[in-house]
């Protein structure tokens, strides 16, 4: 089978964040001004043995386990360490020494000292890069909403499937009967009704790992939870918008699709031109859906410029973390045709459904977003929007 690859230009529009799962607290940054210098934990335990201060530093570790009281654990970091116990001020000379990389802080608040800030996936040299199973997977959404836009796709495998689930408040099983519907709805709509991953579609849409960002194009940012009374703060290590990278994007427009038992209509998806389309259309969908949440004026006005920038032939793309219920899942498009029918849905999915903590109101679910705080602690940016274009 012959593979048409493209090179793809990605362009960072708002900050991105895939996480790797990692979280680094103050015990593992040296702060200096706006930067955060990460430790990496060998160089470290060589320069303590340097200087002479490894022991000095396990006393003071071991108080720290000795406490309780978590506003006093607050008070603990690598830099006051330094500052307080070593009498250092040169803080940038030693964060030369042990540091992996630094990152620049966005907001105006320092992740809180116990939580940290997540960190973001990187390479075996440390340099962040974005997955090609996110950017694989943000099209396959695109791909089964456009599919369920078809005939009575929609009625057929996604919304009389979900009413047939019978209301229960466990949450397992319930949890259980959704993923059974979302793998029935993927096996009808890409693999010809098969359940096994050899008949999928996306085998013949291969997408690469990007290449790393360099070290100054990631930032902590600040993000904030929008539309609840209750303060939620999140630091998150994000690509930095105006970032740029490259992926290959790999079609097999020949593909035996009738072997696989696929139909036909399929291959045009197998199609750069197509493809694109697919993804200018389900970025459109998804901008006009959130311009319709109450986003403070400065989030507004970037989701209007991302709509703007949003074209056929270099279409938008939402990855990575904080997208939301509807970013990762294709239920808005049954919110956009039927409101009351989305409300009924979400109350019977109520138990197994995200931020059961803020409670669900089903007839505007999710109820919150999430957005990037500036300096001024204003909220600026809505997380994960790429645009991509042929290199």
């Known amino acids: 089978m012959k593979t048409q690859g493209y090179s793809v230009k990605l362009e960072v529009l708002t900050p991105v964040h895939v996480g790797s799962g990692d979280m680094v607290n103050a015990l593992g940054y040296l702060r200096e001004g706006d930067t955060l210098h990460v430790v990496d934990s060998d160089r470290w335990s060589v320069w303590l043995e340097g200087q002479k201060a490894a022991q000095k530093f396990v006393g003071w570790m071991e108080r720290l386990l000795q406490i309780s009281d978590s506003q006093q654990q607050r008070q603990f970091s690598l830099t006051r360490f330094l500052t307080d116990e070593l009498k250092r001020s040169d803080i ?5 020494a042990v540091e992996c990389y630094s990152l620049k802080l966005e907001g105006r608040r320092e992740p809180d000292p116990l939580r940290g800030f997540r960190a973001h996936l990187r390479d075996a040299q440390g340099r962040a890069y974005l997955p090609g199973s996110s950017l694989k997977g943000a099209i396959r959404t695109a791909l089964i909403e456009d599919l369920l836009q078809e005939d009575d796709q929609m009625e057929t495998v996604l919304i009389k499937p979900l009413q047939k689930i019978s209301h229960t408040d466990d949450r397992r099983a319930l ?23 050899n008949f999928d579609l996306l085998r013949f849409v291969l997408v690469s790992d990007s290449q790393p960002f360099p070290h ?13 009374q209750k303060t ?8 930095r918008p105006g970032a740029s990278t490259q992926f290959t994007l790999s079609l097999v427009p020949d593909a035996p699709l009738n072997q696989l038992g696929l139909q036909e209509e ?6 750069w031109e197509a493809l694109m389309e697919v993804l200018h259309e389900r970025a459109q969908r998804r901008l006009q859906r959130e311009l319709q949440y109450p986003y403070p004026p400065a989030v507004r006005s970037c989701l209007q410029e991302l709509q703007q920038m949003n074209q056929p032939d270099a279409p938008l793309l939402c990855v990575g973390w904080g997208q939301g219920y509807l970013g990762t899942t294709v239920m808005g498009l049954l919110q956009d045709a039927n409101a009351r029918q989305y409300a009924t849905l979400i109350e019977k999915m109520r138990p197994a459904l995200p931020r059961q903590g803020q409670g669900v109101q089903p007839n505007r679910f999710p109820k919150t977003r999430r957005a990037v705080r500036n300096q001024q602690a204003e909220a600026v940016y809505p997380l994960g929007w790429v645009r991509l274009q042929v290199g």
């Open 232 to 239: 939620t703060d999140t630091w998150i290590e994000a690509l």
């Open 175 to 197: 949890r259980r009967n959704l993923r059974d519907v979302w793998e029935k709805m993927e096996q009808r709509l890409l693999r010809g009704g098969q359940r096994k991953a």
């Open 92 to 96: 940038g000379a030693v964060a030369g």
């Open 216 to 228: 100054e194009q990631v930032s902590v940012c600040w993000v904030r939870s929008e539309g609840t």
């Open 266 to 271: 399929l291959r045009e998806y197998l199609l």
